[in-house]
């Protein structure tokens, strides 16, 4: 049995969404994407499988995650066999987000680890296509459940991939219409709350690669949750690219995105990816924060950066015919995490959020992972022998760190302290 944190459960014993703010705590991305044969949801092995000679193909030398899930408290109908094996030759085994048993575990996991909540990512691309769209609604159900049970947060995540400005007037706006109409999720005592008010998020706006939507639309979206007479008064998050405050690399050069973010009432700049040491990190965070945050004060608007454990997608891109490293971006035993965490404490940052619980697909998963993942054709990351609760258990512990347990320039703690 693990033990969470040692010093301070502070999180862990309460219900963290009573306060009605988001300073103060740690927030994980929630994918929820992962389906099975067996699991009723009919997408098969979703967000595990790859395409293959036109087919989808989950099997040795074809996979869509890095990292292998640790099992080893599942119960037997939680475990769904692959054609993958471990050394020992017995049978790889996966979960599945439609499984209402598993995400009740996983927000356990949370409880126990002092992780205060998630955002449950809600793809518009998913919500076009009616099986894709049943499994995603039998997620947003479990999450909610699971939430309430646990006393840990949760708030409703769109994102923009893949869509256009007809998508998203259309299935982002009348999907929140029905959820609203059907059991409106704001009224759960632990949706996520930002000033009182129930936070809903969109993730996408204002970055500078091809997008077959525009900043007009976003606008739009953003004024609707806001202003609408009947589904508004929310306060919205926006996921925006790493360097929106100066409109290059990642962003677009338009005056329309900070007319966007003014009217927004919190930003998370995108940062997976942007950086790759720990001394790298630390000088970026340090500059980028600050300033986002000067900014962001000037327009009373709220600050969530964002910090991710490593990077690592593998076998995602080898199904793209593109050679990638396994573990492109190195834990480092969690002193990458930490760094970034620390470094935006430091620089005045009051709540934080980790990209992702449970993205095996490009190697940020904080869950537990195993050490013994399957042999073979596939490559697949692990956490380097340390115990697979180890990204909870320091997620945890930037809990202390935001809520102001430890110094802002604490060193990582050691697993005892």
């Not at 994980?28 to 989808?56: L, M, N």
């Not at 575990?105 to 076009?128: E, P, S």
């Not at 790298?280 to 000037?298: C, F, M, Y």
Request: glycine content about 8%; hydrophobic content about 35%; some cysteine.
């Amino acid at each position: 049995m693990v033990v969470p944190c040692s010093l301070s459960c502070t999180a862990a014993e309460k219900d963290v969404a009573s306060e009605g703010t988001m300073k103060g705590k740690v927030y994980a991305g929630y994918q929820g994407w992962f389906g099975t044969p067996g699991d009723g949801s009919g997408a098969g092995f979703e967000h595990y499988r790859v395409r293959h000679k036109g087919g989808p193909t989950f099997e040795p030398g074809y996979s869509a995650i890095d990292l292998w899930p640790d099992l080893s408290e599942f119960d037997e109908d939680e475990k769904y066999p692959t054609p993958f094996k471990h050394a020992d030759g017995s049978t790889a085994y996966v979960f599945s987000s439609a499984k209402a048993k598993t995400v009740d575990r996983h927000f356990k996991w949370m409880k126990d680890y002092g992780i205060d909540g998630v955002f449950l990512q809600r793809f518009i691309a998913t919500l076009k296509s009616n099986h894709k769209r049943k499994h995603r609604d039998r997620v947003f159900a479990n999450v909610r459940a699971s939430a309430d049970k646990h006393g840990r947060e949760w708030a409703i995540m769109y994102d923009l991939s893949g869509v256009d400005n007809d998508d998203i007037r259309k299935y982002l706006v009348n999907d929140f219409k029905q959820q609203v109409d059907a059991n409106d999720p704001r009224k759960s005592s632990n949706y996520i709350r930002h000033n009182g008010k129930p936070v809903v998020a969109v993730w996408g706006v204002g970055f500078g690669d091809d997008r077959d939507y525009d900043l007009t639309t976003c606008l739009e979206i953003v004024r609707f949750l806001k202003n609408d007479p009947v589904y508004g008064d929310n306060a919205v998050m926006l996921g925006v690219p790493y360097y929106w405050r100066i409109g290059e690399r990642d962003a677009v050069d338009d005056p329309l995105l900070n007319t966007i973010i003014k009217e927004a009432d919190i930003i998370s700049p995108w940062s997976v990816g942007r950086y790759k040491k720990p001394s790298v990190a630390e000088k970026r965070i340090a500059e980028q924060v600050r300033g986002d945050l000067e900014s962001t004060n000037e327009t009373d608007t709220a600050y969530l950066p964002v910090i991710f454990p490593g990077f690592s997608w593998q076998n995602l891109q080898k199904s793209r015919g593109v050679d990638a490293d396994l573990a492109s971006i190195p834990r480092l035993g969690g002193e990458f995490l930490w760094a970034q965490a620390s470094t935006a404490r430091q620089a005045g940052a009051e709540m934080v959020y980790i990209a992702m619980f449970d993205e095996m697909d490009e190697g940020t998963a904080i869950m537990k992972c195993t050490n013994d993942p399957p042999v073979g054709k596939s490559n697949f990351l692990t956490y380097d022998g340390l115990p697979s609760d180890h990204y909870l258990w320091l997620s945890g512990q930037i809990g202390r760190l935001f809520r102001g347990e430890l110094r802002a320039d604490a060193p990582m703690p050691k697993r005892n302290d």
